[in-house]
């Protein structure tokens, strides 16, 4: 493929990692208004492209952990031509939450998620509690959420995860539902002679929840002149901060051969979301400047913001 003909395949993905407002404005990024239409873990994106195909008039965006998947989904979205579609590297449980405002998707659809069976994998499930007042948020009044899955256990416990709170009210569960598009796991679970489940939900009460992204400009504190040393850097080593529902760590410290760049390798966690970046210090003019490592980019979220100012502290004092 030509070079040029490969940038404007990989056209589709957003970054939301450089965006400063939270939740992301979809009209400027579609640029139009139109009515959002979500998939979480499009795999292949047979779907999700099937889907926006038949309805121009929608915005549509898939959410995918997979990178391999969202490199083959935007090649055929690419060859079909279609306008209408953006990707996004990322947990759909963080993205719904993060990037999208209440009361803005009109139909999210799950087609066959990974199970996670296991009890001790139950973390890694996409469907919980959480995802339940996720959906109550973000979905429009009258907004649909849709599962399909092979795993009859899975349907049911969406099922009684809806009942336990008033905000989707379940309108259809079918068994075999005959539907336009099968995707690739739907194909090798049907030529396997599985039965297929599907849950159709409609938001009925709005709900709120808490995000965790600030937003803004970056996070940087101005160290007025003064000798920074290796062994000051690497005293950091390990350095942590705990306050409720936030964290962060020092793992590791480098030095440019000049002593004028500093990088320290940083994990937060905020809630149950963990993020590993790096915080660099850089000689300036007149002292030195503490920030976050351009290339690594990670969400202005309150550990994050916490990291640079205790670091620019520690450096100050
Ligand atoms: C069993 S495959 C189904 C793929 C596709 N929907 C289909 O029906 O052919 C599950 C997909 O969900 C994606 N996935 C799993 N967990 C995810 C998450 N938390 N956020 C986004 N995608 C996820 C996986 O990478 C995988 O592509």
Redesign the pocket.
């Known amino acids: 493929m030509r070079k040029s003909t490969l940038a404007r395949c990989f056209q589709y993905e957003i970054f939301p990692r450089r965006a400063t407002r939270f939740p992301l404005s979809w009209d400027d990024i579609f640029s139009r208004s139109a009515p959002l239409f979500v998939?979480?873990?499009?795999?292949?994106g047979?779907?999700l492209i099937h889907w926006a195909r038949e309805h121009p008039e929608g915005n549509f965006v898939g959410?995918?952990?997979?990178l391999e998947?969202l490199e083959r989904a935007q090649r055929h979205i690419f060859q079909e031509g279609l306008r209408n579609i953006r990707v996004i590297h990322?947990?759909?449980?963080f993205?719904l939450r993060e990037f999208f405002a209440d009361n803005s998707i009109r139909h999210l659809m799950m087609?066959?998620?990974?199970p996670w069976p296991k009890e001790r994998h139950r973390e890694?499930r996409?469907l919980s509690s959480h995802f339940v007042h996720i959906l109550g948020a973000v979905l429009e009044r009258d907004g649909r959420f849709e599962l399909?899955t092979d795993q009859e256990w899975y349907a049911q416990q969406a099922l009684e995860l809806f009942q336990g709170f008033p905000y989707l009210a379940v309108e259809r569960v079918e068994n075999n539902p005959l539907r336009p598009v099968q995707?690739?796991?739907?194909k090798k679970w049907r030529r396997t002679g599985r039965d297929i489940f599907r849950v159709i939900a409609r938001k009925v009460q709005p709900t709120t929840v808490k995000r965790i992204i600030e937003g803004g400009t970056m996070p940087h504190i101005l160290i007025p002149d003064r000798p920074i040393t290796v062994q000051h850097i690497h005293s950091l080593e390990n350095l942590q901060k705990e306050v409720p529902n936030h964290f962060f760590i020092v793992k590791e410290s480098f030095a440019s051969p000049d002593g004028k760049k500093f990088l320290l390798l940083i994990i937060t966690r905020d809630y149950d979301y963990q993020q590993k970046f790096y915080i660099t210090v850089v000689a300036r003019q007149n002292g030195w400047i503490v920030k976050l490592e351009s290339t690594t980019q990670p969400y202005r979220t309150p550990a994050v913001k916490m990291a640079v100012q205790e670091i620019g502290r520690r450096l100050l004092a």
Request: proline share 3%; aromatic share 14%.
């Open positions: 998939e979480v873990g499009f795999g292949n047979a779907f959410i995918e952990i997979s998947s990322e947990d759909a449980r993205a087609n066959f998620p990974d890694r996409a399909v995707t690739k796991y739907e």
